[in-house]
Antibody, heavy 119, light 108 residues
Framework: QVQLVQSGAEVKKPGSSVKVSCKAS????????ISWVRQAPGQGLEWMGR????????NYAQKFQGRVTITADKSTSTAYMELSSLRSEDTAVYYC????????????WGQGTMVTVSS | DIQMTQSPSTLSASVGDRVTITCRAS??????LAWYQQKPGKAPKLLIY???SLESGVPSRFSGSGSGTEFTLTISSLQPDDFATYYC??????????FGGGTKVEIK
């Protein structure tokens, strides 16, 4: 069964960008769709977008269109989420997730990456 | 985007209670609905997929029902480990997934 391991916590200035990685191990990376979900402190879950590595096709939530880029490197079984023009409201835990049974019902989650946006 | 509305937002219950959480979709999503449990500081855990299919390893006191626009998650007999926040999520809309706002189950 695939496991997802994310990069470490980040502190960023407003207006900058952040790139979070999600490395898959123990499974066939390219055949899974990897989604990114974020959770601001004390708030609910918010889907940002996803990529199907084998196709290299990414789709994004309307809210993040133009500000988020999701990519995948099949050679290293790693997915990336880059969020630009950061503002304080982007302070959140960012998760990558996928589903073994159904790509979009997430039974496999990364451990989460805390991104803090502060001047 | 499809909006998912959960109710209640907070629920106070005792161990042994039967608990029901409702999730409504702004348009039909067939049975493409999942339920998650989340505890503080942890990633969500999948409980139910395809509206009523129990994820492997999840206790049978959890069940899901519904189709179209109205769904429920039921915990037949609330256990101490079940105090957490629960989220529904639709995955009917291709590449436009959305979560409900969450229901926090608290100790009465």
């Amino acid at each position: 069964q695939v496991q997802l391991v994310q990069s470490g916590a980040e502190v960023k200035k407003p207006g900058s960008s952040v790139k979070v990685s999600c490395k898959a191990s123990g499974g066939t990376f390219s055949s899974y769709a990897i989604s990114w979900v974020r959770q601001a402190p004390g708030q609910g879950l918010e889907w940002m977008g996803r990529i199907i590595p084998i196709l290299g096709i990414a789709n994004y939530a309307q809210k993040f269109q133009g500000r988020v880029t999701i990519t995948a490197d099949k050679s290293t079984s790693t997915a990336y989420m880059e969020l630009s023009s950061l503002r304080s409201e982007d302070t959140a835990v960012y998760y990558c997730a996928t589903g073994a049974t159904s790509a979009d019902a997430f039974d496999i989650w990364g451990q989460g990456t805390m991104v803090t946006v502060s001047s | 985007d499809i909006q998912m509305t959960q109710s209640p937002s907070t629920l106070s219950a005792s161990v042994g209670d039967r608990v029901t959480i409702t999730c409504r979709a702004s348009q039909s999503i067939s049975s493409w609905l999942a339920w998650y449990q989340q505890k503080p500081g942890k990633a969500p855990k999948l409980l139910i997929y395809k509206a009523s299919s129990l994820e492997s390893g999840v206790p049978s006191r959890f069940s899901g029902s519904g189709s179209g626009t109205e769904f429920t998650l039921t915990i037949s007999s609330l256990q101490p480990d079940d105090f957490a926040t629960y989220y529904c999520q639709q995955y009917n809309s291709y590449a436009r997934l959305t979560f409900g706002g969450g229901t926090k189950v608290e100790i009465k």
